[in-house]
């Protein structure tokens, strides 16, 4: 299967550090997708990298694509306390259409104040 | 005016009972999903609907039924309950296209007792 997986599969860092999460997964894929779910509510969107893109910025979310690895990671710059979540990444295979998109099972970040 | 919302958010009940879950989303989007998050936060698809057409059904038993009235409807009714069927369930919308983002509501706890 292509599910991703995550690691480490826990987190715990102080407030103003960074965190580094990784994926790795097992086909080819179309685009890589990371969320963020907060406890007790659904996921929600962070950033989507393409295949054929490296390097992608979103505010203090730095995400890297190695698809000769299969691997991608995701950073999170001058961590905050509200960053405490879970972090998923999602593939969708070379056929593409986030209809099949499949789930890792999640970096959970802890961020002290 | 929120875009995905899903009902009730908790759902206690005992073996044997029938029950359903709604979903309905304001987005205008083409294609909703049901995703099962189990006790380790494993997130897997169970099915996926564009225009009202079923167009994924994972390995999913058939005591699970999904529905959609229309594109901005899709319930999830489930016969027979069993303790194994205890989970969060997770409602989603996309745009039908490889690039488009997943916007999830935020989950009915299922307990089977």
């Known amino acids: 299967s292509q599910q991703g997986e995550e690691d480490p599969q826990a987190l715990s860092i102080q407030e103003g550090e960074n965190a580094t999460m990784n994926c790795s997964y097992k086909t080819s894929i179309n685009n890589l997708q990371w969320y963020r779910q907060n406890s007790g509510r659904g996921l929600v969107h962070l950033i989507l990298i393409r295949s054929n893109e490296r390097e992608k910025h979103s505010g203090r979310l730095r995400v890297t694509l190695d698809t000769s690895k299969k691997s991608s990671s995701l950073l999170i710059t001058a961590s905050r306390a509200a960053d405490t979540a879970s972090y998923f990444c999602a593939t969708d295979g070379a056929q593409g259409g986030s209809e099949k998109l499949v789930f890792g099972k999640g970096t959970k970040l802890t961020v002290n104040p | 005016d929120t875009a995905v919302s899903q009902t009730p958010k908790y759902l206690v009940t005992q073996m044997g009972n029938d029950k359903s879950i709604k979903c309905e989303q304001n987005?205008?989007?083409?294609?909703m999903y049901w995703y099962k998050q189990d006790s380790k936060k494993f997130l897997k698809i169970m099915f996926s609907?564009?225009?009202?057409?079923?167009?994924i059904n994972e390995t999913v038993p058939n005591r699970f039924s999904p529905k959609s009235p229309d594109k901005a409807h899709l319930n999830l009714h489930i016969n027979s309950l069993e303790l194994g069927d205890s989970a969060v369930y997770f409602c989603a919308s996309s745009q039908a296209n490889s690039y488009s983002p997943l916007h999830f509501g935020n989950g009915t706890r299922l307990t089977v007792t």
């Open positions: 609907y564009n225009n009202k057409e079923l167009i």
């Open positions: 987005l205008g989007h083409d294609t």
